[in-house]
């Protein structure tokens, strides 16, 4: 079993940057892809980015251009970095990995808040 511990969440103002990392420990064979998923308030959870482990991203709509996956599969790390944060990235960020594309392990969540 793999366990994933996230960081570097916070509060910033909108256009501002935030990065964030994940850890992950234990059964680290089974991260071939790992990734962010996040949840806003009342709405359900979306893809934010994934990254397989030979380097294949995958990022969603409203977040391309503006974050940036990276990887260490040696240290099993991903980071997810935040440029021109808005608003509407408010929400709880989850790093996640899994043998294939559909993550099915989770961090416990990082709080990102962007103010206007």
């Known amino acids: 079993q793999v366990q994933l511990a996230e960081s570097g969440g916070g509060l910033v103002q909108a256009g501002g940057s935030l990065r964030l990392s994940c850890a992950a420990s234990?059964?680290?064979?089974?991260?071939?892809?790992m990734g962010w998923y996040r949840q806003a308030p009342g709405k359900e959870r979306e893809l934010v980015a994934t990254r397989s482990r030979g380097g294949n991203n995958n990022y969603g709509d409203s977040v391309k251009d503006r974050f940036t996956i990276s990887r260490d599969n040696f240290k099993s790390t991903v980071d997810l970095q935040m440029n021109s944060l808005k608003p509407e990235d408010t929400g709880v960020y989850y790093c996640g990995a899994g043998l294939t594309s559909r993550l099915d392990t989770w961090g416990q969540g990082t709080q990102v808040t962007v103010s206007p």
């Open positions: 234990g059964s680290v064979y089974s991260t071939n892809f």
